[in-house]
């Protein structure tokens, strides 16, 4: 018996993989191993396509300036497809984490600047009026 999940060979009295911690219910069992490995392979395949496009949009986003929403589109759209699709994946974990405190980053930084040239503003207003 092998994990579904993961491909770990597992005892069918189990509860559990110690590999990926699954629970071995029947429908996590896997008697073929050629089965588990044709699934593996697919979803490698799959993740390499969700970082090369990852990769391609953030590359794309700093470059052309002009089109850098339809880049960040991309780039949101295959880094949060990869990680629901392939939640086992390390790379595109990583990658999805590091892009959404990318993000937030940015984020911040814009409030930061709206903050801070709103009380400009504010201030060049009073001054104005005073
Ligand atoms: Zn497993």
Do not use: H
């Amino acid at each position: 018996m092998y994990c579904k999940k993961c491909g770990f060979e597992v005892e069918k009295d189990w509860s559990f993989c110690p590999k990926c911690k699954a629970n071995l219910q029947d429908e996590n069992l896997e008697t073929n191993k050629e089965v588990i490995l044709e699934k593996q392979r697919k979803e490698s395949k799959g993740s390499n396509i969700c970082i090369c496009m990852f990769l391609i949009n953030v590359i794309f986003l700093f470059k052309f300036d002009d089109y850098k929403w339809i880049f960040f589109l991309g780039a949101l759209i295959s880094i949060v497809t990869g990680f629901i699709k392939f939640q086992n994946n390390k790379i595109i974990k990583v990658m999805f984490w590091l892009f959404l405190t990318a993000v937030a980053i940015y984020i911040l930084l814009i409030l930061a600047i709206i903050i801070t040239c709103g009380n400009a503003l504010s201030r060049v207003d009073c001054s104005g009026i005073g």
